[in-house]
């Protein structure tokens, strides 16, 4: 390609800020989880999130061309410039919510960048292989983790199925294929998400079989995240994460 | 562990162990030790272990606005590694015949102490290279010398930990230095922090050796190898040079340097403050703990769901055992 489609730039975008955002929830657990040992699993999970934003900005500021680098991607973009799925900025909630919401989104992430390590751009193949052995891991982890507390006690079964509950209307998002990618899809850049549905779709219904909770018939599906209508929550984690970078313009940390 | 050894034997066996420490030999969990010396460690490294755990609160501060993701990312990875000496070093504790749990309740309790520099606040965003630089870095001189402790798991802990702080260290200078070569705000940022850590951070190192209650002890036992005042004063020697490497001043308008003996000598360290912060009434004493004793509480739910499962799992292992082995024919060859 001689100059880069202009919908790559929008993908790549789609891809880092689900990560970026929540590597960012994740990152607010230190020090506040329930044992120890996920102190330290979801402090490593929020940094593979963040070292995968890290990498898929790099390349989005590259191709943009403009002089934007990851951090001027990530510290002085609005949140209407945001496209992560809104399931990425809701609120951690207690541990079940930030629990389903990894394996959630964490199922979707090892079918995307599982898919993406075949794509016909060799930059976004590279990171997609160091990613997707992350986010196995993650989905593990998550995995266990839902089976223990849907299937641990009266409280953890109740407090894990609200989770699904609350969560469940905002997963149908990350299946919508946005419309701008389909060239992208058709040169084998990028992934036509709504293909992993079904795949994802099977592996949940086992987890949730195996941790007796049920998944929700009927809901309507939140969407607007990849377009960058994002719920009211993205405001506020974005003027915490941005205000030490946002009150020193041009500085070098 | 059900009957006393007569005493004849117990002044004989500490006097065998004292000559192992004499002779500098490694004291493992096994061997016998006097009940002093297991108490004094249990103390010392559930101290430590406590001390790793509440030191993620003032740095977990500041990760969700690390002002770059390269920053965010190394904090993140120091927090973590923060979380995983404390796992370590209770393991290590396990060693002495003690409870993780035990000791964790101890902390929540108000029962056991921790490094009392987390009883301050970070307030900017130079306070993570002000606690990289200053904080880990007293705690590299304190574990080097513990790295030759005679108790073997501690000292063998103190070797691996010792390789982790000293890279975050390393980001902590290099945060305060890319800091101090800045914009004047971000000048002025390190040297608001280096004026609030630096007399904390020389309070690490505990009393003067004349005030230090278990100093003694810890020494003759090969605990402690060096004393605070020995090791305080190695800190100000190395950390004087690094501060004027920056173009930062230490905030202390008496430092000078002694010919004769080649230390930096500083001002009267406040103690009145040392013992207060001690004593739980430090800016940060009631946040720290009510943090912890928080995420203990809002997590019982978790690990007891972790427990239940875990004795579902079990029970349906031995059941489908037992089906198992009632179902197997006799003389079938695969339990043979």
């Not at chain 1, 070292?51 to 403009?66: D, I, R, S, W």
């Not at chain 1, 951090?71 to 919510?97: H, M, Q, S, Y």
């Not at chain 2, 982790?164 to 800091?179: C, P, S, V, W």
Request: charge should be negative.
């Amino acid at each position: 390609m001689s100059s880069p489609h202009p919908a790559l730039v929008p993908a790549l975008l789609r891809i880092a800020d689900d990560r970026l955002i929540l590597g960012h929830r994740t990152s607010e657990w230190c020090g506040h989880a329930p044992i120890l040992e996920e102190d330290i699993a979801l402090a490593n999970i929020a940094l593979d999130l963040i070292g995968q934003a890290n990498l898929v900005l790099q390349y989005a500021g590259t191709v943009e061309g403009a002089g934007r680098d990851e951090d001027t991607l990530a510290f002085f973009r609005e949140a209407i410039e945001f496209r992560n799925a809104l399931l990425c900025e809701l609120p951690k909630g207690d541990f079940g919510v930030t629990i389903v919401r990894h394996f959630f989104h964490g199922l979707y992430s090892v079918l995307q960048w599982d898919a993406l390590t075949r794509s016909t751009d060799q930059t976004l193949s590279g990171i997609a292989a160091k990613a997707l052995k992350e986010s196995r891991y993650h989905v593990r982890h998550a995995g266990e983790w839902v089976i223990r507390l849907g299937d641990g006690t009266e409280e953890s079964h109740r407090r894990a199925q609200e989770a699904v509950d609350a969560l469940w209307p905002y997963t149908g998002e990350l299946f919508m294929q946005p419309a701008d990618e389909a060239e992208l899809v058709g040169a084998g850049v990028a992934t036509d998400v709504s293909l992993l549905e079904p795949s994802w779709r099977t592996q949940v219904d086992e987890v949730m079989r195996r941790a007796t909770l049920r998944v929700p018939d009927g809901v309507w599906m939140q969407r607007g995240g990849r377009d960058g209508r994002h719920t009211e929550h993205l405001g506020h984690l974005l003027a915490e994460m941005q205000i030490v970078a946002r009150s020193h313009p041009g500085a070098q940390w | 562990m059900t009957t006393m050894p007569p005493v004849a034997d117990d002044s004989a066996r500490l006097a065998a162990f004292e000559a192992r420490i004499a002779a500098d030999e490694s004291i493992e969990p096994k061997d016998w030790m006097p009940e002093r010396y297991r108490a004094q460690l249990i103390r010392m490294m559930s101290q430590h272990a406590h001390s790793e755990v509440v030191g993620m609160l003032p740095e977990g501060n500041w990760i969700t606005r690390a002002p770059s993701l390269r920053r965010k990312m190394i904090l993140l990875a120091k927090v973590q590694d923060e979380g995983g000496h404390g796992l370590y070093i209770y393991c290590g504790t396990e060693t002495l015949g003690v409870d993780r749990h035990d000791l964790v309740q101890q902390l929540l309790d108000g029962k056991a102490k921790y490094s009392s520099i987390f009883n301050y606040p970070t307030l900017s965003w130079a306070d993570m290279g002000a606690i990289g630089w200053l904080v880990d870095g007293a705690a590299i001189v304190n574990q080097t010398m513990l790295a030759k402790a005679s108790y073997g798991p501690y000292a063998r802990a103190m070797v691996r930990i010792c390789k982790e702080e000293n890279f975050h260290k390393k980001q902590g200078y290099e945060i305060m230095a890319t800091l101090a070569r800045g914009t004047s705000a971000q000048k002025a940022m390190a040297q608001e922090s280096l004026n609030r850590w630096w007399w904390p951070s020389l309070m690490m190192f505990g009393p003067h050796d004349k005030d230090s209650s278990n100093s003694d002890e810890l020494m003759r036992w090969g605990i402690k190898r060096k004393s605070n005042d020995e090791l305080r004063q190695r800190f100000i020697n190395l950390t004087v040079a690094q501060v004027q490497a920056i173009d930062l001043t230490v905030p202390d308008p008496d430092l000078r340097f002694d010919e004769a003996t080649g230390n930096w000598l500083t001002g009267p360290i406040d103690w009145d403050e040392f013992w207060r912060v001690v004593k739980g009434n430090g800016p940060c004493n009631s946040e720290r703990l009510g943090a912890r004793r928080n995420a203990h509480a809002e997590g019982r739910w978790v690990r007891e769901a972790a427990v239940a499962f875990a004795e579902k799992q079990q029970r349906d292992n031995r059941e489908a055992t037992e089906k198992q082995q009632m179902g197997t024919p006799l003389g079938d060859g695969a339990s043979a």
